[in-house]
T-cell receptor, first 120, second 108 residues
């Protein structure tokens, strides 16, 4: 089946530095990818929708200048957390829409394995 | 997207069937019912989805009521590895919005 590869799986960085997270679709083209954030014991919260070749769409309350999203190819989207602070420590997860179609053939969305970011 | 309501937690004995309910009374005609699960510190895993007919795959069965206002995910023979948070999501061709889900604990 469709696989979304996300790297790194965990990262520790110093406050004030930037961190890049990569999300790749391995055996399919993903024109749209999604970035989520999950704090401990909470559900996934959508941060932004990434479209290949165009600007990302950010959810309300998400700072686009802090969370830079680049979707330069049909198989790669990146999320850069700029000037990271301890409150940015979270589990970041990407997802790609894996199939287009109608009826029950719409297969949905495949998720990466997540990136645990710790800012110290 | 329509809102869903799930019990916060459920218990199930290993080897027994796990039946996870979901209410989605405001579902519209073009919205699908998706089920995902998330094992601790991993990305969500797709389980199954459906529009109005019951669906079955190698992981589970999805039973959708005739009025489509509720559904049940059935894991026929739960194992310890099925312990996870299960999310029922209703969506058209857009994003997935996650609620709090149901924490299923499978015990020996």
């Amino acid at each position: 089946g469709a696989v979304v590869s996300q790297h790194p799986s965990w990262v520790i960085c110093k406050s004030g530095t930037s961190v890049k997270i990569e999300c790749r679709s391995l055996d399919f083209q993903a024109t749209t990818m999604f970035w989520y954030r999950q704090f401990p014991k909470q559900s996934l919260m959508l941060m932004a929708t990434s479209n290949e070749g165009s600007k990302a769409t950010y959810e309300q309350g998400v700072e686009k200048d802090k969370f830079l999203i680049n979707h330069a190819s049909l198989t790669l989207s990146t999320l850069t957390v700029t000037s990271a602070h301890p409150e940015d420590s979270s589990f970041y997860i990407c997802s790609a829409r894996t199939h287009t179609g109608t009826g029950a053939s719409v297969s949905g969305y495949t998720f990466g394995s997540g990136t645990r970011l710790t800012v110290v | 997207d329509a809102k869903t309501t799930q019990p916060p937690s459920m218990d199930c004995a290993e080897g027994r069937a796990a039946n996870l309910p979901c209410n989605h009374s405001t579902i519209s005609g073009n919205e699908y019912v998706y089920w995902y699960r998330q094992i601790h510190s991993q990305g969500p895993q797709y389980i199954i989805h459906g529009l109005k007919n019951n669906e079955t795959n190698e992981m589970a069965s999805l039973i959708i009521t005739e009025d489509r206002k509720s559904s049940t995910l059935i894991l026929p023979h739960a194992t310890l590895r099925d312990t996870a948070v299960y999310y029922c999501i209703v969506t058209g061709y857009s994003t997935l919005t996650f609620g709090k889900g149901t924490m299923l604990l499978v015990s020996p």
